[in-house]
């Protein structure tokens, strides 16, 4: 196997990862040099996944590791508007307290909140 086809499969991995809420082993690649806003070909981040999959812990993990709050996808889409989105508070909390700007994206996390008549709490 190829160095790229190894390094595909570590970054595939970590996007599994992230997606099914595997924060401590998720943190492994990013400890040992993977970079924290890693984007796939959507440009979703790590932390994106994390976000929209409903995963608070490893948003927070991500975050503490330096992860941008504000990186958003090739269809402007922000991670905060991504939790709003699928209903997840507690991912929600995690973000606005990190400083993710609920007007960011398009639509952005206040817009969606106003669609689906929900409290963004801020």
Same mark, same amino acid.
Do not use: C, W
């Given at each position: 196997?190829?160095?790229?086809?190894?390094?595909?499969?570590?970054?595939?991995?970590?996007?599994?990862?992230?997606?099914?809420?595997?924060?401590?082993?998720?943190?492994?690649?990013?400890?040992?040099?993977?970079?924290?806003?890693?984007?796939?070909?959507?440009?979703? %981040?790590? &932390?994106?996944? /994390?976000?929209?999959?409903?995963?608070?812990?490893? $948003?927070?993990? *991500?975050? @503490?590791? !330096? #992860? +941008?709050?504000?990186?958003?996808?090739?269809?402007?889409? %922000?991670? &905060?508007?991504? /939790?709003?989105?699928?209903?997840?508070?507690?991912? $929600?909390?995690? *973000?606005? @307290?990190? !400083? #993710? +700007?609920?007007?960011?994206?398009?639509?952005?996390?206040?817009?969606?909140?106003?669609?689906?008549?929900?409290?963004?709490?801020?």
């Amino acid at each position: 196997m190829s160095d790229d086809e190894d390094f595909r499969q570590i970054v595939d991995a970590a996007f599994d990862l992230a997606r099914q809420g595997e924060t401590a082993r998720l943190l492994v690649f990013v400890d040992t040099g993977l970079p924290v806003d890693l984007v796939n070909g959507s440009g979703d %981040s790590l &932390l994106m996944l /994390a976000a929209y999959h409903g995963h608070a812990d490893t $948003v927070r993990a *991500l975050i @503490g590791k !330096g #992860a +941008d709050v504000e990186r958003r996808n090739d269809r402007d889409q %922000s991670p &905060l508007a991504g /939790a709003v989105f699928k209903d997840y508070g507690a991912v $929600v909390a995690v *973000l606005l @307290g990190a !400083g #993710a +700007d609920p007007d960011a994206g398009t639509p952005s996390a206040r817009q969606i909140a106003a669609m689906f008549d929900r409290d963004l709490g801020v």
